[in-house]
């Protein structure tokens, strides 16, 4: 977020300064905050729109902050390898402010003010206040503006009023409600300016009648430059979508069934012409493009930096980097051959948690934000549809993983995968196994990283993988 965008006002940083130590105590305690093991060095508001006064029973107020961290240490260097640091980030709050809070709320206390404008008050996550998240979907069935957030929906889909709304406890990146198990909403937490792909696809895709993803219903964002309306400009914050009920996600799907033995081929070759389909949506509904030479180059160098910066990071990845990197030269030297790709808008963290079956047997794909650790306009560059096989490739192994590794169950899901992805797009991914390879190495080098820092349990899965991949020729290992 430029540093132009800051437009709090004299009032907003009155309100902020009393609630800095509470909120630097709280944030780094939340699932969603990204800078953890870090200390936090200042708080800033970017912005602060008051959604319901405070003179009401209970006041909530909707803050964009600023959270300045030290520098990342270069061994903790983006995925990307390119970002070596990244000193803010920008949160999104809820905050709820009560003079008394009820003891059901209690767990989602974040402290009481003794200083400034909201003295004598107690301020906690608005999210566990059923009160405060009813109004907000009263909120998202009035498009307009308030402050600085703008609030848009689709007049042709019908907003209940009073649904009954609860927060979600599951394991995620940002923050959900489900209202009546008729709608859910996803708030942002970490947000950075630009049109988030989260909206900016399932919108695009909903216009192209492609009914495996969940159309958008209602969404928010801010505009925090003024005058600005442009989506490039302003900065998604949340969307409504309907919720699926009942819907099972495939990585549940997928355990629940290797348990009982029972195949999940027929599953994975159904998820394979779902991912075509959308992929197909993608390539109609935004531009495609060639890579050419220089283009593939570009790729092969980028995973060969993105290897390097996790390599420094891990070092249990270190002894596989050169049989790994061979991956990425054999595509260099393909692209220097003349061999050429296309590229479009893909998903970008496709996996196996991201596909809900619905009761009715039918796949959707949620969730396009792409890896949350890259910046936006990478995240929405086109990319080759190899990209999103690979990382459904690596969750069949991920899944094979699970308890006693079975290989042949890894073998058959992405065989099943990549037949019904063929049978949608005309062409196997199969069909082209250096690119193929390059990208599950990839996503393989993405893993290792991603589960040193997160998970260090699940780090000898992908670390296997990476194994296998750098013992591998650029032959096709899906067989
Ligand atoms: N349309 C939907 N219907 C039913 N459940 C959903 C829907 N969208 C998301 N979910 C549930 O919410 C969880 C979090 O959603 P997701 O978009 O993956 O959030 P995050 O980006 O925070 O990880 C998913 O794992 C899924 O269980
Ligand atoms: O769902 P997110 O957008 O938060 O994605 C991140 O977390 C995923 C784990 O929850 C992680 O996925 C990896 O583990 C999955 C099993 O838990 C497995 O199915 C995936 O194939 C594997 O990549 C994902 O990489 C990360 O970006």
């Avoid at 998202?140 to 848009?152: A, C, D, T, W, Y």
């Amino acid at each position: 977020m430029s540093e132009a965008a800051i437009r709090p006002g004299v009032h907003a940083s009155a309100l902020l300064a009393p609630l800095d130590p509470l909120l630097r105590a709280w944030l780094p305690r939340q699932r969603w905050f990204a800078g953890k093991g870090r200390p936090v060095t200042a708080l800033e508001a970017v912005s602060v729109t008051e959604l319901l006064p405070r003179s009401s029973p209970s006041g909530l107020l909707h803050l964009l902050l600023r959270v300045r961290q030290p520098m990342v240490p270069p061994q903790d260097a983006g995925l990307d390898g390119s970002h070596p640091e990244r000193p803010t980030d920008c949160y999104q709050l809820l905050l709820g402010v009560r003079r008394t809070l009820p003891p059901h709320l209690a767990p989602a206390m974040i402290g009481h003010v003794t200083e400034g404008p909201l003295t004598g008050h107690t301020v906690y996550d608005a999210l566990h206040d059923p009160r405060l998240t009813g109004l907000l979907l009263e909120r998202l069935r009035i498009p307009g503006r308030h402050g600085v957030l703008r609030f848009e929906r689709d007049m042709g889909v019908e907003i209940p009023s009073g649904l009954t709304p609860r927060l979600l406890t599951s394991e995620q990146s940002n923050s959900s409600l489900v209202y009546g198990d008729t709608f859910i909403l996803k708030l942002f937490r970490r947000v950075v300016p630009g049109l988030n792909p989260d909206l900016e696809l399932p919108l695009r895709l909903a216009a192209e009648g492609c009914a495996r993803v969940p159309a958008p219903t209602a969404w928010f964002l801010a505009d925090l430059d003024a005058g600005a309306s442009a989506p490039e400009e302003s900065c998604g914050l949340g969307v409504l979508q309907p919720y699926l009920a009942g819907a099972e996600d495939g990585w549940e799907l997928a355990l629940r069934m290797r348990d009982k033995g029972e195949s999940f081929t027929g599953e994975a070759r159904a998820l394979g012409r779902a991912t075509a389909e959308v992929h197909a949506a993608l390539a109609a509904a935004l531009p495609t493009v060639t890579l050419g030479r220089a283009q593939v180059e570009t790729v092969a160098d980028a995973m060969a930096e993105r290897l390097t910066a996790a390599a420094q990071a891990v070092p249990a990845l270190r002894p596989y980097a050169p049989g790994l990197l061979t991956a990425f030269e054999a595509l260099a030297d393909l692209g220097g051959e003349g061999q050429a790709w296309t590229a479009q808008r893909v998903h970008g963290d496709l996996h196996l948690g991201q596909c809900l079956r619905s009761p009715d047997g039918e796949w959707s794909l949620i969730d396009f934000e792409g890896e949350p650790a890259r910046p936006l306009a990478e995240r929405r560059l086109p990319q080759p549809t190899a990209r999103d096989v690979a990382g459904m490739l690596r969750s069949f192994d991920y899944a094979a993983s699970h308890g006693t590794w079975s290989p042949e169950w890894a073998d058959e899901c992405r065989a099943a995968y990549c037949s019904g992805y063929a049978e949608v797009a005309g062409r196997d991914p199969r069909t082209d196994p250096v690119l193929l390879r390059a990208h599950e190495t990839d996503k393989a080098v993405y893993e290792v990283l991603y589960e040193a820092r997160h998970r260090p349990d699940w780090l000898p899965v992908p670390l296997a993988a990476v194994r296998r991949l750098a013992e591998d020729g650029p032959a096709d290992d899906t067989h």
